[in-house]
Nanobody, 124 residues
Framework: QVQLVESGGGLVQAGGSLRLSCAAS????????MGWVRQGPGKEREFVAA????????YYADSVKGRFTISRDNAKNTVYLQMNSLKPEDTAVYYC?????????????????WGQGTQVTVSS
Protein backbone atom coordinates (compact mmCIF):
# COMPACT_ATOMS: atom_id res chain seq x y z
CA GLN A 1 0.00 0.00 0.00
CA VAL A 2 1.31 3.41 -0.99
CA GLN A 3 0.54 6.56 0.99
CA LEU A 4 1.61 9.88 -0.47
CA VAL A 5 1.35 13.27 1.25
CA GLU A 6 2.05 16.43 -0.71
CA SER A 7 3.05 19.83 0.67
CA GLY A 8 4.38 23.13 -0.55
CA GLY A 9 1.52 24.43 -2.64
CA GLY A 10 0.27 27.98 -2.42
CA LEU A 11 -0.35 31.25 -4.20
CA VAL A 12 2.44 32.78 -6.28
CA GLN A 13 2.71 35.50 -8.89
CA ALA A 14 3.50 34.68 -12.49
CA GLY A 15 7.24 34.26 -12.94
CA GLY A 16 7.67 33.05 -9.38
CA SER A 17 8.76 29.71 -7.98
CA LEU A 18 7.43 27.01 -5.70
CA ARG A 19 8.84 23.73 -4.46
CA LEU A 20 6.48 20.85 -3.86
CA SER A 21 7.39 17.94 -1.63
CA CYS A 22 5.87 14.50 -1.33
CA ALA A 23 6.47 12.21 1.62
CA ALA A 24 5.87 8.56 0.80
CA SER A 25 4.95 5.80 3.20
CA UNK A 26 5.67 2.64 1.29
CA UNK A 27 7.92 -0.36 1.56
CA UNK A 28 10.85 -0.19 -0.79
CA UNK A 29 10.35 3.45 -1.80
CA UNK A 30 13.65 3.28 -3.64
CA UNK A 31 12.21 0.70 -6.03
CA UNK A 32 9.30 2.90 -7.16
CA UNK A 33 9.11 5.32 -10.02
CA MET A 34 7.66 8.58 -8.74
CA GLY A 35 6.10 11.55 -10.38
CA TRP A 36 3.63 14.38 -10.44
CA VAL A 37 0.36 14.88 -12.24
CA ARG A 38 -1.94 17.89 -12.11
CA GLN A 39 -5.54 18.83 -12.71
CA GLY A 40 -6.45 22.38 -13.56
CA PRO A 41 -9.92 23.89 -13.21
CA GLY A 42 -12.24 22.34 -15.75
CA LYS A 43 -9.45 20.18 -17.15
CA GLU A 44 -8.58 16.53 -17.12
CA ARG A 45 -5.73 15.23 -15.00
CA GLU A 46 -2.45 15.47 -16.91
CA PHE A 47 1.04 14.12 -16.57
CA VAL A 48 3.70 16.57 -15.38
CA ALA A 49 6.92 14.69 -14.61
CA ALA A 50 8.37 11.32 -13.67
CA UNK A 51 11.59 10.08 -12.13
CA UNK A 52 13.02 6.58 -12.13
CA UNK A 53 13.65 4.57 -8.97
CA UNK A 54 17.24 5.78 -8.60
CA UNK A 55 16.80 9.25 -10.07
CA UNK A 56 18.89 8.49 -13.14
CA UNK A 57 15.96 8.95 -15.50
CA UNK A 58 13.55 11.86 -15.67
CA TYR A 59 10.78 12.75 -18.08
CA TYR A 60 8.68 15.88 -18.43
CA ALA A 61 5.58 17.07 -20.18
CA ASP A 62 6.43 19.50 -22.95
CA SER A 63 4.44 22.21 -21.17
CA VAL A 64 6.82 22.22 -18.17
CA LYS A 65 10.11 21.18 -19.73
CA GLY A 66 12.88 23.62 -18.88
CA ARG A 67 10.87 25.18 -16.05
CA PHE A 68 10.17 22.28 -13.67
CA THR A 69 12.67 19.87 -12.13
CA ILE A 70 11.79 16.60 -10.43
CA SER A 71 14.15 15.02 -7.91
CA ARG A 72 14.07 12.48 -5.13
CA ASP A 73 15.82 11.62 -1.89
CA ASN A 74 15.52 7.90 -1.27
CA ALA A 75 17.01 8.24 2.21
CA LYS A 76 14.04 10.46 3.15
CA ASN A 77 11.36 8.70 1.10
CA THR A 78 10.64 12.05 -0.51
CA VAL A 79 10.18 13.35 -4.02
CA TYR A 80 10.27 17.01 -5.01
CA LEU A 81 9.05 19.22 -7.81
CA GLN A 82 10.87 22.52 -8.23
CA MET A 83 8.69 24.84 -10.29
CA ASN A 84 10.23 27.98 -11.76
CA SER A 85 8.92 30.63 -14.14
CA LEU A 86 5.39 29.75 -13.18
CA LYS A 87 2.55 30.75 -15.48
CA PRO A 88 -1.17 31.23 -14.77
CA GLU A 89 -1.85 28.10 -16.82
CA ASP A 90 0.16 26.09 -14.25
CA THR A 91 -2.68 26.69 -11.78
CA ALA A 92 -3.90 23.26 -10.71
CA VAL A 93 -4.08 20.72 -7.96
CA TYR A 94 -0.79 18.87 -8.05
CA TYR A 95 -0.75 15.20 -7.10
CA CYS A 96 2.25 13.13 -6.16
CA UNK A 97 2.14 9.73 -7.84
CA UNK A 98 3.89 6.38 -7.66
CA UNK A 99 4.25 3.31 -9.84
CA UNK A 100 6.42 0.24 -9.70
CA UNK A 101 7.31 0.40 -13.39
CA UNK A 102 9.01 3.47 -14.81
CA UNK A 103 8.90 2.09 -18.35
CA UNK A 104 5.13 1.76 -18.11
CA UNK A 105 4.80 5.33 -16.86
CA UNK A 106 6.75 6.57 -19.88
CA UNK A 107 4.30 4.82 -22.21
CA UNK A 108 1.01 5.50 -20.44
CA UNK A 109 1.91 8.83 -18.76
CA UNK A 110 -0.06 7.59 -15.77
CA UNK A 111 0.65 6.08 -12.36
CA UNK A 112 -0.92 3.41 -10.19
CA UNK A 113 -1.25 5.52 -7.01
CA TRP A 114 -1.83 9.19 -6.17
CA GLY A 115 -1.87 11.39 -3.10
CA GLN A 116 -4.57 13.85 -2.03
CA GLY A 117 -3.05 16.78 -3.86
CA THR A 118 -1.88 20.30 -3.08
CA GLN A 119 -3.25 23.45 -4.67
CA VAL A 120 -0.97 25.69 -6.72
CA THR A 121 -2.40 29.01 -7.85
CA VAL A 122 -0.46 31.35 -10.13
CA SER A 123 -1.78 34.88 -10.42
CA SER A 124 -1.17 37.05 -13.45
Amino acid sequence: QVQLVESGGGLVQAGGSLRLSCAASVRSFSSYAMGWVRQGPGKEREFVAAISFNGAGTYYADSVKGRFTISRDNAKNTVYLQMNSLKPEDTAVYYCAADQFYETVLVTLSFASWGQGTQVTVSS
